[in-house]
């Protein structure tokens, strides 16, 4: 479970997220919805300690991120939205760097990067170096990467973005098994569609404010009965 109180993050005196409230419970898709400079990937900067809180909490299955950071990082996998790392690094190396830090056993990690990666299309490119991969496979990569711990809680910041519609298809599964099984799914989008097609539940954030948070029938209903909310809904529609 994530629990967000009144979290604010400023800019050179300008909010970026203001007060934002926000409970993200287990066993459910949870989709983040917002159209661009909303403050989607502010929220989940914070949520992960890459960005220090200007006041309120968060924290990951009780464990506050800003006053207990490494037990808080050890409840969750991060996917960023940008995946133009360890270039250098062959594919297999980059995952075992990763079983390395959080201690996969190697029986369990040899079993998992082959599970993760042949799921993903990307197993017989595991010896090349990742900066010879595209877009989509380093995403790929960095998704398997976060996956081999297996963590209780996903934050996924737009991971859909420029994957094939094979390896979407093979994450949204992932997605839905891991909930399944109790766990937290926590993904951003800018697009209303992948939040009809997977989640459960949905918060609209628009301006560093939560402007809704249900169901997604009791966000359809809303669109239709809030003018403001109808506005967003043509945003979010408008892209891709
Ligand atoms: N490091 C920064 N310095 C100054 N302003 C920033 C910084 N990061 C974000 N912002 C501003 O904060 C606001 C929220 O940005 P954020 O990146 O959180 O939005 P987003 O919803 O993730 O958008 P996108 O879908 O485009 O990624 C925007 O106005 C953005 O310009």
């Not at 604010?8 to 409970?23: M, S």
């Not at 159209?35 to 914070?46: F, L, Q, W």
């Amino acid at each position: 479970m994530i629990e967000i109180k009144q979290a604010t993050k400023n800019f050179a005196g300008k909010a970026a997220v203001k007060d934002l409230d926000l409970t993200v419970p287990d066993g459910k898709i949870f989709g983040f919805l917002g159209p661009n400079g909303a403050g989607k990937s502010t929220t989940i900067k914070m949520m992960t300690g890459i960005l220090p809180l200007d006041a309120g909490s968060i924290s990951m299955n009780g464990v506050d991120i800003s006053t207990d950071p490494m037990k808080a990082k050890h409840q969750f996998g991060y996917v960023p939205d940008r995946s133009d790392i360890f270039l250098r690094l062959k594919g297999m190396e980059y995952l075992n760097f990763f079983g390395d830090v959080f201690d996969v056993p190697p029986n369990v990690r040899k079993e998992k990067i082959e599970y993760l990666t042949k799921s993903f299309d990307i197993y017989e490119a595991l010896n090349d170096q990742i900066h010879t991969y595209s877009h989509g496979m380093r995403q790929k990569i960095v998704v398997s990467g976060v996956l081999l711990h297996d963590p209780d809680v996903w934050i996924l910041d737009e991971p859909l973005t420029g994957l094939d519609p094979k390896s979407s298809y093979t994450l949204k599964e992932m997605m839905r098994e891991h909930a399944a099984k109790g766990k937290t799914v926590f993904f951003s989008t800018h697009v209303l569609e992948v939040v009809e097609q997977l989640c459960d539940e949905v918060a609209i954030i628009n301006k560093g404010h939560v402007q809704f948070r249900g169901s997604m029938k009791e966000m359809k209903q809303q669109f239709q009965e809030d003018n403001n909310l109808e506005k967003l809904f043509l945003e979010l529609t408008q892209n891709e």
